[in-house]
């Protein structure tokens, strides 16, 4: 690949990288490098300890072995910018910038290790069918994972086209607004073009990175947005909406009309890492709500004067969105824990503490139940 065959680039462009996302903030962090004589480029595919990387001078391959260490967060991924070799066979890549933002889940293995999923990711489209029905645990999770990486979340509810009526559509949209506090929720059919021209304008200032289940329709989507064929596409499941794998690598792709998108490979799990200010994000009323407890440590469980709980009782909170949101903090504070004794033990303090009040609380309701 030629410059003059890098997307966006022209005559006016001052840099052949910015199509790529390349700024005045990135070209300050590399000087030290630029001055040690390397490449900066941008990671667009990681395969088997070597990664493609878009540079100035065009696309090159090379080997990621001096940026491997034990600790799985800080390898090379897709939507790094890297200092790379000159000249070299093989070529490597001697470091990576400081990233701006991480997508991290937590990985389906014992070892209680995260998995960085992508880089410097402005926007985190989570794809969501409507060819099946809606499971809102599953986006909070998500969307949870994605105010925790600094990306701005916004759901993507693709095959809008299987949704012929406009009320049954407003609907399920508003079901997902109501989930996703301070996220935009953009119905689009990839057939029909429908909400792409409102997608497209959201994407196309810095890095997005797409997301979402086997089956979501992320590369029929991504193949719209750029504007011709680049991703396979293959057919799911009727019975359940579900397709196996189009996309096995995570792709960086420079859109026609300005940003840059990541494909990702379909994730069956979406395992939290350290996200309880995520979580915290998504369930943002949640917060507001718990300012007007009595007591500033309540749990929501079964306090007096609970804020909380009134508002489920009143049905100014779904209860849906409670038991989702104690699942989710349980779910985060089993992780961090595995990694933090000194939460341990503050978990293990808290067990005790609450099997404490529930013994005092039986041993209260016998010795009423007596002295009727």
Not at 169 to 193: F, I, N, R
Not at 221 to 228: D, F, S
Not at 348 to 369: F, P
């Amino acid at each position: 690949m030629s410059l003059s065959s890098l997307p966006g680039s022209s005559s006016s462009t001052s840099h052949p990288l910015e199509p790529y996302g390349w700024d005045a903030g990135w070209e300050a962090e590399f000087a030290p490098y630029e001055a040690e004589g390397l490449l900066a480029g941008r990671v667009v595919r990681v395969d088997r300890g070597q990664c493609d990387v878009v540079t100035a001078d065009g696309p090159l391959r090379a080997d990621t072995a001096f940026v491997t260490p034990h600790d799985p967060l800080r390898v090379v991924c897709t939507g790094d910018w890297v200092a790379v070799e000159p000249g070299g066979n093989p070529r490597y890549v001697r470091t990576y910038l400081p990233r701006r933002t991480a997508f991290v889940r937590s990985t389906s293995s014992q070892r209680s290790e995260g998995q960085i999923l992508a880089a410097n990711v402005d926007h985190a489209v989570i794809a969501v069918s409507l060819a099946v029905e809606l499971d809102l645990g599953r986006i909070e999770r998500f969307l949870a994972l994605a105010w925790e990486s600094g990306a701005q979340p916004v759901v993507v509810l693709t095959k809008a086209d299987l949704v012929p009526d406009p009320v049954t559509l407003s609907y399920l949209v508003q079901d997902v607004e109501t989930s996703a506090p301070g996220v935009a929720v953009v119905p689009v059919s990839s057939l029909g073009g429908e909400g792409l021209d409102t997608l497209a304008a959201i994407v196309g200032g810095g890095t997005s990175v797409l997301l979402g289940q086997s089956g979501a329709g992320k590369s029929t989507l991504a193949n719209a947005l750029l504007g011709e064929d680049v991703m396979d596409v293959q057919a799911t499941r009727d019975v359940d909406g579900k397709g196996r794998h189009t996309t096995t690598t995570r792709n960086l792709l420079a859109l026609p009309g300005g940003g840059v998108l990541i494909d990702t490979p379909g994730l069956r799990g979406v395992g939290l890492w350290d996200a309880e200010t995520g979580v915290g994000q998504v369930f943002s009323e949640i917060a507001e709500l718990a300012e007007r407890c009595r007591f500033h440590d309540c749990a929501h469980e079964a306090e007096p004067g609970c804020a909380v709980l009134t508002a489920v009782d009143t049905g100014e909170l779904p209860e849906r969105r409670l038991q989702s949101y104690r699942k989710l903090q349980r779910e985060n504070q089993r992780i961090v824990a595995k990694t933090d004794a000194r939460l341990r033990a503050e978990i293990r303090k808290d067990w005790k503490r609450k099997g404490a009040m529930g013994k005092a609380a039986m041993e209260a309701k016998r010795g009423a139940h007596w002295r009727s």
